[in-house]
């Protein structure tokens, strides 16, 4: 388990923890823990995520077990810059689905000593390192990686696969459309997929 420093340090030093994974595999989970132990310590807490995201909520963010704690839907990763200068511990959520420019904006907060974690797919539904992720995770002072569960075999998933025939990266309403696998079970069904799809063709 991640141990945070929570205390206030005089002078206040900022860094970067990254709580990356698929699909299912309680990223979310584990933000909303570590922001909720911030605000027990008294420090300031501000939570952002894309605004594409609006599966749920428009305000909140909810993880797949409703446990849910208030944020802000921002348009671009420079409105965090702006709304989140002046605060202990920024969160941001889904952080695959924002702009490149998401780690220098979390670097920038990180030097004038804001506690930045970010949370996010690492992964797309193929496999690829997933918008500014793998950036973050380059730059990033603490990084963990959490897991699913294989729907397949039951093993560790690393891996989301989607269970519908689209190639948009980007599914609305996605939480039905995937489901977490492992690496082995992945491959061979990629490997299924692209035979039936030849078959059709
Ligand atoms: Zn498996």
């Known amino acids: 388990m991640f141990l945070e420093q929570t205390r206030k340090n005089l002078p206040k030093k900022g860094w970067i923890e990254v709580i990356a994974g ?8 584990e933000l909303i823990r570590r922001l909720k132990r911030a605000k027990i310590a008294k420090q300031q807490v501000e939570i952002f995520k894309p605004g594409i995201d609006q599966r749920y909520d428009e305000t909140n963010i909810v993880s797949h077990d409703s446990n849910w704690i208030q944020s802000t839907p921002v348009p671009s990763s ?11 511990v920024i969160g941001i959520d ?13 670097e920038q907060l990180a030097n004038n000593g804001t506690r930045v974690i970010i949370a996010g797919l690492d992964m797309d539904y193929l496999g690829k390192p997933f918008g500014p992720m793998p950036h ?9 990686k959490v897991h699913a569960i294989c729907m397949h075999c039951g093993d560790l998933a690393t891996h989301s696969h989607r269970t519908v025939e689209d190639d948009a990266l980007v599914l609305l309403g996605e939480k039905e459309s995937y489901i977490p696998l492992c690496r082995s079970c992945f491959v061979k069904q990629t490997k299924n997929n692209s035979v039936n799809s030849q078959h059709h063709a």
Do not use: R, W
């Open 22 to 29: 698929s699909m299912f595999s309680g990223k979310t989970e």
């Open 78 to 88: 420079s409105n965090i810059l702006l709304l989140g200068h002046e605060v202990d």
């Open 94 to 106: 889904e952080a695959q689905f924002f702009d490149d420019n998401l780690p220098a904006v979390c």
């Open 136 to 144: 973050l995770l380059a730059v990033a002072d603490y990084i963990t």
